[in-house]
């Protein structure tokens, strides 16, 4: 990353363009939160129908004002503790936020990402940027440069390099703006830390609550068929699949025909998390007949994995 890289993408959204943006969780697709135009161009460039609402991404503590009002000290002090870092709060809007960013609510998504390529970006910028994940509706989010522009091509005017992402799943989702805390969408700072920070009870994630596009039944979903299965269900396939199938495996399996390709996931579950999306993504560019992923632990550390896991299987 160049300075000069850094003011020409903070330039580009200054003039209401589109920029794929790193950040530690996913590659964003930023543009410039207080316009209008270049915010409906994020819609057409991902295909993402209008009323599914976008975070706001800040770069200062003091920009939460910006966009948010009302806000309770409890969304200061989880703000003060993890960001930067992987966790969306969602607040009550400021008056001059567009209905465009909030899908016509009267909340608003914020977070500051952590990643110096994102930061470096909205210290240039200056203001919020509106960053969906860089992938057209209803796939896997991207979590390569590379992955962004196989995504959008020509869609976006920059696609700024920033590696892979670190945590490779979507950041938590934590509504502040009712009476209790709950967690939207889960992600790398799980409901127990939340509770921890806060000393109050978290409402867990509820299965498909309405206003979250990636609580959609299906989403984030590969192209090849995709479905679970469990060790001794994989041995069984094993045993007798004659189809080129790829299978990522948690625990050990005997040795397959060739044409079973079977990769071996981590079994800690952040750098699973880290090798999800990518894994998927590769998988799906060779044509198998099935991807297989061996079902999950249930405890909570593989809450925000199972979810996006859910999603990703064909029922
Ligand atoms: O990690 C992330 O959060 C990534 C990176 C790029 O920051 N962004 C991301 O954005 O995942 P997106 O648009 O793919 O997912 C944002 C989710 C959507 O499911 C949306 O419905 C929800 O946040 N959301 C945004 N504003 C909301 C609001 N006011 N109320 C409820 N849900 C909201
Ligand atoms: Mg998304």
Request: hydrophobic letters at 45%.
């Amino acid at each position: 990353m160049t300075k000069n890289e850094i003011l020409n993408a903070a330039a580009i959204l200054l003039d209401g363009g589109l920029v794929g943006l790193p950040t530690e969780t996913v590659y964003g697709l930023a543009a410039d939160a207080s316009n209008v135009e270049a915010v409906r161009k994020i819609f057409r460039a991902k295909q993402r129908p209008e009323d599914h609402p976008l975070i706001v991404h800040v770069g200062t503590l003091e920009q939460l004002t910006d966009w948010a009002r009302d806000i309770p000290d409890a969304a200061f002090l989880l703000a003060k503790t993890f960001w930067p870092g992987p966790l969306t709060m969602i607040l009550r809007k400021a008056p001059k936020v567009h209905d465009l960013i909030t899908g016509g609510q009267d909340t608003v998504g914020v977070r500051m990402p952590d990643h110096p390529v994102a930061l470096a970006v909205l210290q240039a910028f200056g203001g919020g940027l509106a960053a969906p994940s860089a992938n057209r509706f209803g796939r896997i989010s991207p979590t390569t440069a590379a992955a962004v522009r196989e995504e959008l091509g020509d869609a976006v005017d920059l696609v700024l390099e920033g590696g892979r992402c670190a945590v490779g799943v979507e950041s938590t989702i934590i509504d502040l703006s009712g009476t209790q805390p709950a967690i939207l969408r889960p992600g790398a700072i799980a409901a127990a830390e939340i509770a921890a920070v806060l000393q109050c009870d978290v409402l867990a994630a509820q299965k498909n609550a309405p206003r979250v596009s990636g609580s959609l039944a299906l989403h984030y979903a590969p192209q090849t068929k995709t479905r679970l299965a469990t060790h001794i269900e994989l041995q069984k396939i094993l045993a007798q699949n004659v189809e080129p199938i790829a299978i990522m495996a948690l625990h050990e399996l005997p040795a397959a025909n060739k044409q079973i390709t079977i990769v071996a996931m981590p079994h800690e579950p952040r750098a699973y998390a880290h090798d999800l999306y990518h894994t998927l993504r590769m998988l799906d560019k060779k044509h198998f007949q099935q991807i297989i992923i061996e079902t999950l632990p249930e405890d909570a550390a593989w809450d925000a994995i199972r979810d996006r896991v859910r999603r990703a299987v064909h029922s």
